[in-house]
């Protein structure tokens, strides 16, 4: 059912990928950048392909990304979300596994709450399996978006200084950035209140810094700003809203200790006045939406290359339509 | 009455009388009746050759579930002592947090009725320390004791509060009895899933630190001090825990304390994967605490090896690392875990490792009628060890009616090829 691609059956994560599967997804959403800024926003490359969104938890962006992407790939789509289907029910994540594969489809993107959902989905089933994010463990499109946009940005992610600031202890973001970044070269940083680092962060080959300004010493080039859950000043990791923008916001007059412009970065939805001033992520030198834009095309390389298209063909696959 | 049985040709290795030379070993009325060489047997013996076997007291454990009553379906007293005696066991420890809860002395006499019909490893019953296991009120240890109980535990949970568990440990004295605390600080482990370190960073699972151990040992051991009372701390899986009880028995506190074979044998890496079969709590730790934890059973300041026996359904454990259950058995795989793991690299000896699984072990929780010595006089609670026989872990071949274990496919050098139970035998490879 599904061809063997370049990429493997799944995209699961960054961690196991190489970097040079890293940098021909990249290269792969280059071409399909394009067909998001045609009048007719559309392409047969997986015409005839059926692919279920299933998501278990809450997602606005992510998911209509997704939806987007497969749909400009022309492929036929169904959404199931956790609210109202068999999962509110009690259905066991095997169960949900056994009955999409018994449709006969031929991709999954999920989302979960729980870390390695989707690996255990994908060694259940036969179709491609995409994470859209894994409780606290990784989401890969998302950093695959992040790369793209950096790369655009600085031309290059090779020796770029590039510092996660915030929650990294529940960020699936900031450990398939972690991953990408230090796979393509770049130098990383971590940045945050040491109530929301990970045991043992810095043995992955990241700098770790306590504060922002620390970060901002050392000479970032980006910073890539994570969201703060709200519930976390709840769980007692944090003391109030209003102290952690005060000590670890990215604002304004934090970025001019810096002599050279710093990229701003943020996966959303962003806590404007939380962990980045409106001023910030405003700016000139935030690249936010940009991010989202690229979500797009990042996302139908994966689906291309998953469904087993070639790379090489990805500009062919775009022309077929005109 | 059983019929006489003789052992012939075998290395005797009984730790509780430092013994360790070839013999044979005679049993009859259900006793042993001799140990030395060239015996006779007994009109009507039953004779077994164990040349180059090891002939040694059965083995004792405990700490074991057995899903009886409550989910017979994972685990029943039959089945769980089945499972013990074709891991050498003659005696297992079942805790108590079933469905109801054995909390009292009806519930504890259901267990003993359950493993004399059973008539195969003995199955002694552990009571809670709470009613319910609810942290709140005292159980009826008295009563407990009385129909059975050979220690009391709120195992499963820990005992939360410092007050109950004082006053247990103060009660339990009446008794002799053992309190069996399993250490957790509930506010530092919740909604952990696996060790925090390295690997839960990477795989994104919340970690439960081993500071929930060691915060909590080291309060049992502040409160055995002050109330004279014996503690027992089940599966201590932490080096920090090593230390603190190291330091405690220095000073002569009564404090005893056990290990599982997964601990001594796995770290937090077997949980890559989302490998659900490597989920028990408390955690798999890191390399530096199994080699804490080995250490610390060799001097003694671990007393011995208990499985953790946890029988859970196939399908309770097919599901994403958070959502699945703690536990994994380890009746089957215990000994020839241990054996390989410990003697054949060379770190124990065969006696040693005997002495931490069947003569400390009844030692600990004062067992009668059974267990932890060949001498003449005892009752014939004996197992008989191929320690050379090669082995792979296959769980379908498992008499638990469980699988759950992270020892799949693993292979493995010693085993268990008869046990004994009271002169009867209950296993025979």
Not at chain 2, 315 to 332: H, I, N, Q, R, T
Not at chain 2, 381 to 387: G, I, K, L, R, S
């Amino acid at each position: 059912m599904s061809a063997a691609s370049i990429l493997g059956k799944d995209l699961t994560g960054l961690e196991h990928m190489t970097p040079e599967q890293i940098r021909l997804i990249l290269d792969t959403a280059e071409p399909f950048k394009e067909v998001s800024e045609r009048p007719i926003k559309k392409v047969p490359a997986l015409r005839g392909k059926t692919i279920v969104n299933l998501f278990f938890e809450a997602s606005t962006r992510t998911r209509i990304s997704f939806e987007f992407a497969e749909k400009r790939l022309s492929a036929d789509t169904v959404n199931v979300s956790a609210t109202g289907s068999s999962v509110s029910k009690g259905e066991t994540l095997v169960d949900t596994a056994r009955n999409l594969e018994a449709m006969r489809i031929d991709m999954v993107v999920i989302r979960h709450p729980s870390s390695g959902a989707a690996e255990f989905l994908g060694r259940r089933i036969a179709s491609n399996v995409i994470n859209a994010g894994d409780g606290k463990h990784e989401h890969p499109t998302q950093a695959l978006l992040d790369l793209l946009s950096i790369r655009d940005k600085h031309g290059k992610i090779a020796g770029l200084k590039v510092c996660l600031v915030g929650d990294v202890l529940h960020s699936r973001v900031a450990r398939s950035n972690l991953w990408g970044l230090t796979k393509l070269g770049a130098e990383v940083a971590v940045c945050g209140p040491w109530t929301l680092m990970p045991r043992g962060i810095e043995e992955l080959g990241v700098r770790v810094f306590g504060r922002v300004e620390a970060a901002i010493e050392w000479g970032a080039d980006v910073l890539n700003v994570l969201r703060l859950q709200l519930e976390r000043m709840e769980t007692g990791f944090i003391p109030s809203l209003r102290e952690y923008y005060r000590v670890f916001g990215v604002t304004p007059e934090r970025l001019e200790r810096s002599p050279k412009p710093i990229t701003i970065m943020h996966p959303g939805p962003m806590n404007r006045g939380v962990e980045i001033d409106s001023r910030v992520a405003d700016g000139p030198h935030s690249i936010i939406l940009d991010q989202v834009t690229n979500g797009v095309a990042v996302r139908m390389a994966v689906l291309y290359l998953l469904a087993g298209g070639r790379a090489e063909l990805a500009d062919a696959a775009k022309r077929g339509s005109e | 009455m059983s019929r006489p049985t003789l052992l012939q040709g075998g290395r005797v290795i009984d730790p509780s009388r430092d013994l360790d030379e070839p013999a044979d070993v005679l049993i009859q009325d259900g006793k042993i009746t001799a140990v030395g060489r060239g015996l006779t047997a007994p009109d009507g013996a039953i004779i077994r050759n164990v040349n180059g076997k090891i002939v040694a007291p059965g083995l004792v454990d405990l700490h074991v579930h057995l899903r009886e009553p409550g989910n017979e379906d994972e685990e029943t007293v039959a089945s769980g002592a089945r499972a013990a005696a074709a891991g050498g066991f003659t005696a297992i420890c079942a805790m108590p947090n079933t469905d109801p809860v054995t909390d009292n002395q009806a519930a504890v006499g259901f267990i003993v009725r359950q493993s004399g019909r059973a008539g195969l490893a003995r199955v002694h019953p552990i009571g809670a320390v709470s009613i319910g296991q609810k942290g709140e009120r005292l159980a009826e240890f008295g009563e407990m004791v009385s129909a059975g109980a050979v220690a009391v535990s709120d195992d499963g949970k820990p005992v939360v509060s410092s007050h109950l568990m004082r006053t247990a440990l103060e009660y339990a004295r009446t008794f002799n009895l053992p309190v069996a605390d399993h250490c957790e600080d509930p506010a530092l482990a919740a909604g952990g899933v696996m060790h925090e370190g390295l690997v839960s960073t990477r795989l994104g699972l919340k970690g439960i630190p081993s500071a929930a151990e060691a915060v909590m040992v080291a309060r049992d051991v502040v409160l055995a001090e002050l109330t004279g009372g014996h503690v027992h701390l089940c599966h201590m899986s932490c080096r920090g825990s090593v230390a603190i009880i190291r330091e405690a028995k220095e000073r002569g506190i009564r404090v005893t304390a056990e290990v599982t074979p997964h601990h001594l044998t796995l770290t937090d890496c077997a949980c890559e994967e989302y490998d659900t079969h490597a989920k028990m709590n408390p955690p798999l730790r890191e390399a530096a605490d199994v080699a804490a934890l080995r250490g610390a059973l060799k001097e003694g300041v671990i007393d011995c090896i208990a499985s953790d026996h946890a029988p859970h359904a196939y399908d309770e454990k097919e599901a994403a690392f958070d959502d699945a259950p703690f536990g994994v058995v380890g009746l089957e795989t215990a000994f020839a875990v241990a054996h390989t793991e410990l003697v054949e690299s060379g770190l124990f000896t065969l006696p040693e490792l005997i002495r931490r699984m069947s003569t400390d072990p009844a030692r600990v929780f004062h067992l009668s009628g059974g267990g932890g010595t060949l001498a003449p006089g005892a009752v014939a609670d004996v197992a008989v060890f191929d320690t050379t026989a090669k082995w792979s872990v296959d769980p379908a071949t498992f008499h638990s009616k469980s699988r759950n274990t992270p020892f799949i496919g693993r292979a493995l050098t010693g085993r268990a090829i008869l046990t004994i139970v009271a002169g009867t035998i209950v296993h025979e490879l």
